[in-house]
């Protein structure tokens, strides 16, 4: 019986390959194919015939390759069935393909080509199908092609069909999933170009996105590292005046492989097994998690490789819009800015760099590709409703501009792979994420992070330990005068002593200083020659000096064109002439002759900090004993500006640069032109103008002008740093992997 069988359906197969050997691959005009009648493409890898998908009863007219008549690639009345094996497929009067019941021609078609052909010479049009697995409809005379169905693809794309815009056309060329395996009718499922900003694939499940494959990035879809570095298939975007379309090929023609959508939304890379006589999944998407659309909703990240299980993120500087779902691993509500969050559009604001994403939904971006990259994240930082930017083609070090003015949607954190995104962030987080940005840090930079880290740890303790001492002793007020009480009252007297010393004039108002001549400084200076030049200062340029009698002087002379520093000038001299300390540079006087105003200190014959730690050949005078008491100094200093003076004074704009160094490498604080003097039990004040030195700056006065003595502490802590290591702490908006204090916070945590 098996034997039997087994011999009929030898003797069918037989059959039906004798019939196929037969078989044309062209319908002329005047013929038809029947149900149980094939075309087979040239060298017979294709056959277009009548099938019967699954358990169904209902006959289609399909392509399916030779070798694997199941999987079938492509079908063209798929939304209506024959019921019965009547069906003939032939080209009518007006030159379409058709397809209808045979008992009844003048019925509706159940399926047609349906374009218009101008009438003459109907008889010259033929169908054939071809050895790629297109179906087309051509004019022999001229090869015009009327139609193919590799415009028309149902769930299958082959190689070398195209997906996308034909402007020209202006067909939209897509896939659609079959309602099951029974019935092939057009399903819920389906991947269009979306042509929107910048070109992006789109899986729709049930018309809502489903997965997104990513810009094109120049080289591949952004969302699909892994593609790129394939050996089986290449990809080619082409997007140009008459297209945007994307077709791929395999690169060894012995293969065959194919794309298709399932019911499930879910879009698989095929590849036939002849040995095995199978098909088998090269690639498929959605593939993890964060595949799947807007998963952690707007403004969030999704990362598949984490430890916790869950796999989102809020982008720098966001938090989750429902802390409760949040908790319950539901990321899909997103992410929002903190309530009460400072500005990101003052001074300040910038961009933190996310790396390895595949960047969110670019469909309402705005985008321009003659932008250069450098232009684009100008661009974004001058419009305020700009929220990140990315380049759109990675190519060349980055290209393009891609800015974001709505939610952002769909971000995926790839390890490798995936494009920079750089988002807006406002000062206070820019301060906190500098370390995001230095992902790539290698084994070295960590060490010394950590090194530096442990050594910062120590060294303010060393301080604090230091200071207490200083007003534990202070307190106690017996043993011997504290220092810095000593220095307070000698500051007191030498105050009292000017103020017997000098007589008020008009200009000097309320200055209590040493009034010099102009001439006196211009013989003291040389009248000013560039060999005296010690630098420039903050509001104009420093020249060293020699007094008749010998003094060594520095005179500051204000530049005349500043209106500014006319203010700082007069602040300058009203707050340095009542403090005396030696940690603060000492003024000896001061000079107004009509535009002229100058300001005369001790001169310092080791110029500023700044020079000496960040100097190689100098940095080398500094041993750790000596960096120790310059921190020491200025700590003293500092707290004597604060607290231990008459007056409470914040520097505001304390920095390397600031510090002057005397002979014997004696730390003192100089440049109190941004200085502001503060009420006993004043804690903290606004400004609208944010003045000083970006990386010193604390984050609540870069941000929102807020300053307090914490503000010095800020910049003291940063200069303690600089001082340890000697780097300078450069602030970047972008590339902050160069900045000293989001190292050290690396070192800290981790
Ligand atoms: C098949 O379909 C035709 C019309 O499409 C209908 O008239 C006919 O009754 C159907 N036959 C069966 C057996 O369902
Ligand atoms: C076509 O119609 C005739 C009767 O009109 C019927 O005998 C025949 O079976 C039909 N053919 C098919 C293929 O249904
Ligand atoms: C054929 O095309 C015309 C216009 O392009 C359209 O109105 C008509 O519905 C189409 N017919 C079919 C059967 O698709
Ligand atoms: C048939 O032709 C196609 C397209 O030219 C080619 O890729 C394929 O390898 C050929 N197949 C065979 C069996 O020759
Ligand atoms: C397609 O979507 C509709 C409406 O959402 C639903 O009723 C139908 O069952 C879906 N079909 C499939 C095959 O999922
Ligand atoms: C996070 O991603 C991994 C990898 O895709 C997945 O296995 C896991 O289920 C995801 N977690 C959640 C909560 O979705
Ligand atoms: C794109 O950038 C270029 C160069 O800055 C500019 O000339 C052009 O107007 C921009 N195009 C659009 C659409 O903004
Ligand atoms: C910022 O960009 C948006 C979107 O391009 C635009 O509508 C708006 O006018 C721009 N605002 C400014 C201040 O340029």
């Not at 149980?36 to 006959?59: A, I, Q």
């Not at 079938?72 to 798929?78: D, F, G, H």
């Not at 001549?517 to 420093?542: C, K, Q, R």
Request: glycine fraction near 10%.
């Amino acid at each position: 019986m098996q034997f039997v069988k087994g011999l009929l359906n030898a003797l069918v197969l037989q059959l039906l390959l004798l019939q196929l050997c037969s078989s044309l691959d062209t319908i002329s005009f005047d013929q038809s194919i029947r149900d149980g009648d094939f075309l087979v493409s040239k060298n017979e890898t294709f056959v277009l015939g009548f099938f019967r998908p699954g358990t169904s009863s209902n006959r289609y007219v399909g392509i399916w390759y030779k070798f694997s008549e199941d999987k079938v690639l492509w079908v063209a009345n798929r939304d209506n069935p024959l019921n019965d094996t009547s069906g003939v497929l032939s080209i009518n009067t007006d030159g379409n393909l058709i397809l209808a019941h045979g008992n009844s021609s003048q019925g509706l078609p159940l399926w047609s080509t349906n374009v218009s052909v101008s009438s003459s010479g109907n008889n010259n049009i033929v169908a054939q199908l071809l050895d790629s697995g297109n179906f087309v409809l051509v004019q022999q005379d001229n090869q015009n092609v009327l139609w193919q169905s590799s415009d028309h693809p149902t769930h299958a794309l082959l190689s070398s069909m195209k997906l996308g815009l034909d402007k020209k056309s202006g067909i939209n060329r897509f896939l659609t999933s079959w309602n099951s395996n029974n019935d092939p009718g057009t399903g819920n499922c389906s991947l269009r170009m979306d042509t929107n900003g910048s070109p992006q694939l789109i899986l729709y499940k049930n018309l809502a996105k489903w997965w997104r494959s990513g810009q094109w990035n120049g080289i591949q879809w952004g969302g699909i590292p892994a593609e790129g570095s394939n050996n089986v298939f290449k990809i080619n975007f082409v997007n140009n005046q008459d297209e945007i379309a994307v077709e791929w090929s395999v690169l060894d023609p012995s293969i065959y492989s194919v794309i298709t959508i399932d019911g499930t939304g879910s879009l698989n890379q095929l590849s036939w097994q002849g040995q095995q006589h199978q098909w088998v999944t090269l690639w498929s998407a959605p593939l993890d998690a964060c595949d799947s659309y807007g998963k952690c909703g707007q403004f969030g990240a999704c990362n598949p490789y984490t430890n916790s299980g869950f796999n989102c993120t809020c982008y720098p500087g966001y938090e989750p819009n429902s802390p409760h779902d949040w908790d319950l691993r539901d990321g899909t509500g997103g992410c929002k800015r903190p309530q009460g969050s400072p500005s990101m559009c003052r001074n300040g604001e910038g961009f933190v760099k996310m790396e390895n994403v595949k960047v969110p939904d670019t469909s309402t971006i705005k985008l321009n590709r003659s932008l250069s990259f450098e232009a684009c994240g100008e661009e974004c930082l001058r419009n305020c409703s700009c929220l990140a930017y990315a380049s759109a083609d990675v190519r060349n070090g980055g290209s393009g501009c891609m800015a974001w003015f709505g939610d952002l949607m769909d971000t995926k954190q790839f390890t490798e792979g995936g494009q920079d995104l750089y988002i807006r962030a406002d000062a206070l987080v820019l301060a906190q994420y500098t370390k995001k940005s230095g992902g790539g840090f290698s084994a070295k930079d960590r060490r010394l992070a950590i090194i530096l880290g442990v050594s910062i740890a120590v060294t303010s303790l060393l301080i604090v330990a230091a200071l207490c001492w200083f007003r534990r002793r202070s307190r106690k007020g017996r043993g011997g005068q504290p220092e810095l009480l000593n220095d307070a009252i000698a500051g007191s007297r030498s105050h009292e002593d000017l103020l017997k010393k000098n007589e008020v004039d008009e200009h000097r108002g309320k200055t209590d200083l040493p009034f010099f001549d102009l001439s006196t400084i211009v013989a003291a200076t040389d009248n000013f020659s560039s060999a005296n030049l010690l630098g420039h200062g903050g509001f104009g340029m420093v020249f060293k000096g020699c007094l008749a009698d010998g003094q060594e002087i520095a005179v500051k002379r204000l530049s005349r064109n500043s209106g500014q520093g006319v203010e700082e000038f007069k602040n300058e001299v009203m707050l340095i002439a009542k403090l005396q300390h030696r940690n603060l540079v000492r003024l000896l006087g001061c000079c107004i002759d009509k535009e002229e105003r100058m300001l005369i200190y001790e001169y310092m014959p080791n110029r500023s900090l700044d020079l000496c730690i960040f100097d190689k050949s100098r940095r080398s005078l500094l041993d750790w004993r000596k960096r120790f008491q310059i921190i020491i100094g200025i700590a003293r200093g500092v707290l004597y500006l604060h607290q231990d003076s008459r007056l409470k004074i914040i520097h505001r704009d304390l920095k390397a640069s600031n510090v002057l160094l005397d002979a014997s490498m004696n730390p003192k604080i100089s440049d109190f032109g941004m200085a502001r003097m503060f009420g006993d039990d004043q804690i903290e004040a606004n400004t609208n103008r944010v003045v000083g030195t970006y990386g010193y700056m604390s984050p609540e006065y870069a941000m929102d002008g807020l300053y307090s003595t914490k503000s010095d502490v800020f910049s003291f802590g940063v200069l303690a740093l600089e001082i340890i290591s000697g780097r300078k702490n450069n602030f970047h908006f972008e590339n902050s992997s160069l900045n000293l204090v989001g190292q050290v916070n690396v070192g800290l945590v981790g």
